[in-house]
């Protein structure tokens, strides 16, 4: 079975600094993505930036990038220029494509909780 | 011109009634999700269809019953409620044939009283 593990339950960051935020997943398939959502306190789940196993390269959008380190099954999320409305829940998420038996559910790691100081 | 909407956002009710979720997306998705997020926002995946037909059943009680009378409306129907119902219910919905993202609505909380 697939499980995706965030180790850091809570995470604290000043403002205009750089946080890491850890992900790592355990899987015996070869072609899935992963991504990160973000939950503030509205509720919303909101994609922050996704990734396909199949690319060597990193994604990256805006203040947001990944380090994806696919033989350690890693997946870890850098915010930088931390802003305040960055504070929220972030999840990392592992899903295999729609089109395949598992009809693209995501899988969820526990999330971390950031909190940005100003 | 919200992408998935759920109505309601809130439902606070007793234990024993039967209530419902309403899900709609507008963005032209053939597979929809239903996710529980419970206390400790755990989320896990509860059903999923695609073109109206059931594909995914996790192991959720046969007290939730999902519906979806078309592409672009999931339903989750939810009878005899118990405490432990208690969690933010979510849609989602993407595209089978593409290798896109899911797009979730802002959620359901549902309290069981």
């Known amino acids: 079975a697939q499980t995706v593990t965030q180790s850091q339950p809570e995470m604290s960051v000043q403002e205009a600094e750089t946080v890491t935020l850890s992900c790592t997943y355990d899987t015996s398939e070869s072609d899935y993505y992963l991504f990160w959502y973000k939950q503030p306190p509205s509720r919303q789940m909101i994609l922050v930036i996704r990734q396909e196993a199949y690319k060597q390269q990193n994604a990256t959008e805006n203040r947001f990038s990944v380090n994806f380190q696919k033989a350690a099954k890693s997946f870890s999320l850098k915010i930088s220029d931390s802003q305040l409305g960055d504070a929220a829940m972030y999840f990392c998420?592992?899903?295999?494509?729609?089109?395949?038996?598992?009809?693209?559910?995501?899988?969820f790691g526990q999330g971390t909780i950031l909190t940005v100081h100003p | 011109d919200t992408a998935v909407s759920q109505t309601p956002k809130y439902l606070v009710t007793q234990m024993g009634n039967d209530k419902s979720i309403k899900c709609e997306q507008n963005?032209?998705?053939?597979?929809m999700y239903w996710y529980k997020q419970d206390s400790k926002k755990f989320l896990k995946i509860m059903f999923s269809y695609n073109n109206k037909e059931l594909i995914i059943n996790e192991t959720v009680p046969n007290r939730f019953s999902p519906k979806s009378p078309d592409k672009a409306h999931l339903n989750l129907h939810i009878n005899s409620l118990e405490l432990g119902d208690s969690a933010v219910y979510f849609c989602?919905?993407?595209?089978?044939?593409?290798?896109?993202?899911?797009?979730f609505g802002q959620g359901t909380r549902l309290t069981v009283v």
């Open positions: 963005l032209g998705h053939d597979t």
């Open positions: 989602a919905s993407r595209l089978r044939s593409r290798a896109t993202e899911a797009f």
């Open positions: 998420a592992w899903g295999l494509d729609a089109g395949g038996t598992s009809y693209g559910k995501l899988t």
